[in-house]
């Protein structure tokens, strides 16, 4: 009788990744991720500033160091690109990366517009490469045992989700941030807005049917610095969602059913410390704790198994349209122009 081998994924190629830019997601958290990952190694970066590029990824051996995008993802030895460029630059490079014959792990939300992710997605299938939404939290295991436990109706029939994120951009002030510039597509519910958004979707297994929303967008900023949105899941069933770059550090994620609820204190950024998810049914409240655990290594190397072994990846291309979608609505309904 054949056995399956039990060294297939030990034998399986790693997986060759380059990186955009010298972001500061990609230096602090994504490429030591790469580094550490069990099957896949950081190649080269490309930086429009080669030297600080070169400083910026000094503590990866060996790595090349491109001064611009074009080189890296022409890169016969790259297999898989990662793109943190500001949220305007995602459909091109990442559909530029695709023409190239790269594999794509592009970072949140996954384009500007609906139709600009549209074209990526249709870059992606013209290719035949994957594309996946870099959404690391849903790789993180509390959101992975909260998903499985309102799956298995612990708490009844969700009928209510709170969830914000928001910090202080402005503490220290950082008038050039990405975040911050129109032209950029930056905003809060762009930068923070997306993951509530994306909980949400994950939580009821379909976008809204409405949106009711308002955003705040001071004198003398470009972009909405607040955004607070009524989101309708049909069926007497809503999510109160909150994004904001004037207001301290906070995130949560409250599900609510007719039978118990669900909380995650700090749902999509919990950091290398000990992670706790709180279940509340019939009286009983049960505190589930995680151990720590580096999110962003289990999402390259969920992306890197998809490029080894031909896998669809967890996170879906129609999710992140339908994101896209929600972003749109939510704009739309509060009368703020997008894009800028
Ligand atoms: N998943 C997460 O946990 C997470 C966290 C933070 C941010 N993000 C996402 O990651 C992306 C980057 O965020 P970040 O805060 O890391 O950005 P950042 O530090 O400002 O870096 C953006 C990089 O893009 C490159 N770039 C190219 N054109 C640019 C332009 N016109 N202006 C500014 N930079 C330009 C620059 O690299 P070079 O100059 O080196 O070429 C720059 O270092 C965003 O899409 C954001 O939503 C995700």
Same mark, same amino acid.
């Given at each position: =009788?054949?056995?399956?081998? /039990?060294? %297939?994924?030990? !034998?399986?190629?790693?997986?060759?990744? $380059?990186?955009? #830019?010298?972001?500061?997601?990609?230096?602090?958290?994504?490429?030591?991720?790469?580094?550490?990952?069990?099957?896949?190694?950081?190649?080269?970066?490309?930086?429009?500033?080669?030297?600080?590029?070169?400083?910026?990824?000094?503590?990866?051996?060996?790595?090349?160091?491109?001064?611009?995008?074009?080189?890296?993802?022409?890169?016969?030895?790259?297999?898989?690109?990662?793109?943190?460029?500001?949220?305007?630059?995602?459909?091109?490079?990442?559909?530029?990366?695709?023409?190239?014959?790269?594999?794509?792990?592009?970072?949140?939300?996954?384009?500007?517009?609906?139709?600009?992710?549209?074209?990526?997605?249709?870059?992606?299938?013209?290719?035949?490469?994957?594309?996946?939404?870099?959404? =690391?939290?849903?790789?993180? /295991?509390? %959101?992975?045992? !909260?998903?499985?436990?309102?799956?298995? $109706?612990?708490? #009844?029939?969700?009928?209510?989700?709170?969830?914000?994120?928001?910090?202080?951009?402005?503490?220290?002030?950082?008038?050039?941030?990405?975040?911050?510039?129109?032209?950029?597509?930056?905003?809060?519910?762009?930068?923070?807005?997306?993951?509530?958004?994306?909980?949400?979707?994950?939580?009821?297994?379909?976008?809204?049917?409405?949106?009711?929303?308002?955003?705040?967008?001071?004198?003398?900023?470009?972009?909405?610095?607040?955004?607070?949105?009524?989101?309708?899941?049909?069926?007497?069933?809503?999510?109160?969602?909150?994004?904001?770059?004037?207001?301290?550090?906070?995130?949560?994620?409250?599900?609510?059913?007719?039978?118990?609820?669900?909380?995650?204190?700090?749902?999509?950024?919990?950091?290398?410390?000990?992670?706790?998810?709180?279940?509340?049914?019939?009286?009983?409240?049960?505190?589930?704790?995680?151990?720590?655990?580096?999110?962003?290594?289990?999402?390259?190397?969920?992306?890197?198994?998809?490029?080894?072994?031909?896998?669809?990846?967890?996170?879906?291309?129609?999710?992140?349209?339908?994101?896209?979608?929600?972003?749109?609505?939510?704009?739309?309904?509060?009368?703020?122009?997008?894009?800028?």
């Amino acid at each position: =009788m054949m056995q399956a081998d /039990p060294d %297939t994924i030990v !034998t399986a190629e790693r997986v060759r990744w $380059g990186i955009l #830019g010298a972001a500061n997601i990609a230096v602090k958290y994504v490429a030591p991720a790469i580094v550490t990952s069990s099957n896949g190694e950081l190649v080269a970066v490309a930086s429009r500033n080669p030297a600080r590029g070169r400083d910026a990824y000094a503590f990866v051996p060996g790595v090349r160091v491109y001064s611009d995008y074009e080189s890296l993802i022409n890169d016969s030895e790259i297999d898989a690109i990662y793109n943190p460029l500001p949220n305007s630059l995602h459909a091109e490079w990442s559909i530029r990366a695709l023409q190239a014959g790269k594999h794509v792990l592009c970072e949140k939300p996954l384009a500007v517009t609906v139709e600009e992710g549209e074209q990526m997605v249709e870059a992606a299938r013209a290719s035949g490469k994957l594309l996946m939404e870099a959404f =690391m939290y849903r790789f993180h /295991p509390q %959101t992975v045992w !909260t998903l499985k436990q309102i799956a298995e $109706g612990r708490i #009844g029939k969700v009928r209510l989700i709170y969830s914000s994120f928001s910090f202080n951009i402005m503490n220290p002030p950082r008038p050039k941030d990405i975040r911050l510039q129109a032209a950029l597509a930056g905003g809060s519910l762009m930068d923070v807005g997306c993951y509530p958004i994306n909980f949400c979707r994950a939580v009821y297994g379909h976008s809204p049917v409405a949106a009711s929303a308002r955003v705040y967008t001071p004198a003398g900023y470009e972009v909405e610095l607040s955004a607070n949105a009524v989101l309708d899941y049909g069926d007497g069933r809503f999510a109160l969602i909150d994004s904001s770059f004037d207001l301290p550090a906070r995130q949560v994620a409250q599900v609510i059913g007719e039978a118990g609820k669900i909380t995650i204190p700090v749902p999509f950024t919990p950091g290398m410390h000990e992670a706790t998810v709180i279940l509340s049914v019939e009286g009983q409240t049960i505190h589930q704790h995680f151990a720590p655990v580096d999110q962003y290594r289990l999402e390259v190397e969920h992306f890197a198994s998809c490029i080894q072994f031909g896998h669809t990846p967890k996170l879906s291309l129609p999710v992140s349209l339908e994101n896209l979608a929600t972003i749109e609505a939510i704009y739309r309904s509060a009368g703020y122009e997008w894009p800028r």
